[in-house]
Nanobody, 124 residues
Framework: QVQLVESGGGLVQAGGSLRLSCAAS????????MGWFRQVPGQEREFVAAIGRMGGIRYYADSLKGRFTISRDNAKNTVYLQMNDLKSEDTAIYYC?????????????????WGQGTQVTVSS
């Protein structure tokens, strides 16, 4: 089992940047595919990015390619989401998640563990 705690959210102006972090407990962090999702109240949770266990494979939602970068540091049990050129439509609660299964997925119901979320608000 793993516990996830996100940080780094906040209020930023359009065009600005934020770096989200997600710290994981436990000794088996490198055995999980890690993902970032986001959710606006009243809407479904949306896939943002995922990263393979060793960090060599990364996948992004098509609409976010070029602006968002996912990375991980297995020595620190942490996954990051660097968000640049933020837009008002990026406003959401951002969640990190861990997938213990084989392979990896962009589907939220595939992920076994979730953090509590961190609010990102982009003002225009």
């Amino acid at each position: 089992q793993v516990q996830l705690v996100e940080s780094g959210g906040g209020l930023v102006q359009a065009g600005g940047s934020l770096r989200l972090s997600c710290a994981a407990s436990g000794r088996t962090f490198s055995s999980y595919v890690m993902g970032w999702f986001r959710q606006v109240p009243g809407q479904e949770r949306e896939f943002v990015a995922a990263i393979g266990r060793m960090g060599g494979i990364r996948y992004y939602a098509d609409s976010l390619k070029g602006r968002f970068t996912i990375s991980r540091d297995n020595a620190k049990n942490t996954v990051y989401l660097q968000m640049n050129d933020l837009k008002s439509e990026d406003t959401a609660i951002y969640y990190c998640a861990a997938d213990a299964g084989v392979g990896w997925s962009t589907q939220a119901d595939r992920y076994n563990y979730w953090g509590q979320g961190t609010q990102v608000t982009v003002s225009s």
